[in-house]
């Protein structure tokens, strides 16, 4: 397999981290974000949304992307460990966690949307971060007053084993606290 991503890309952590948890290794592709690469011709022809990561796998075929379908794809085609409960409620529930981080938080502090505040809204620097770090929070607020109220959290945001949930939970730690100066 071929993993492009970025070693800053939230999305490409959360596949290094499915991968790993998988047992699974995949040769790694740089596209560097912070030099636009995501929109070099070369990288379109990969992935037309100029976004990362995108994944290759062994027996060809047209990429995969967008890091929540890659992760659902390698569930279903490697399925132990399991990164989803066995019951179709608790699925359910991890994936509406993951996609409180990957599609509600997430999506408002890539490249592309910090480059758009910045170029054509004319955000300085300091009410960017404000903004990322706003919707960050949020994002977190929101999983941790489910994970504080629901019996099924334990150990991990559902039981006691990790699941796509945390994959994404940490992913959006690792911008709060990494890239945007959140409070903990």
Known sequence: MKLYGFWRSLASYRVRVALALKGL?????SIDLL????????????NPQG???????????????????????????RPEP????????????????ALIAAADGHPLVVPRVRNYLEKELKADEEARNRWL????????????????????TGRFC???????ADICVASQLIGALAYFNCDS
Request: glycine fraction near 8%; proline fraction near 6%; aromatic fraction near 4%.
């Open 133 to 152: 770090a706003h919707w960050t929070m949020r994002a977190l607020e929101a999983i941790e007053g489910h994970l504080s109220k629901e019996k099924e």
């Open 158 to 164: 559902h039981g006691d084993t990790p699941t796509i």
């Open 82 to 97: 399991a990164l989803l409960p066995k019951d179709a409620r608790g699925r359910a529930r991890v994936r509406g966690l």
């Open 51 to 77: 976004v990362v990561p995108a994944l290759i796998l062994d027996e060809g075929g047209p990429p995969l992307f967008q890091s929540l379908a890659i992760l659902e794809y390698l569930e279903e085609t």
């Open 35 to 46: 030099k636009g690469k995501q929109n070099s011709e070369d990288y379109l022809e990969v």
């Open 25 to 29: 290794r995949a040769e790694e592709v």
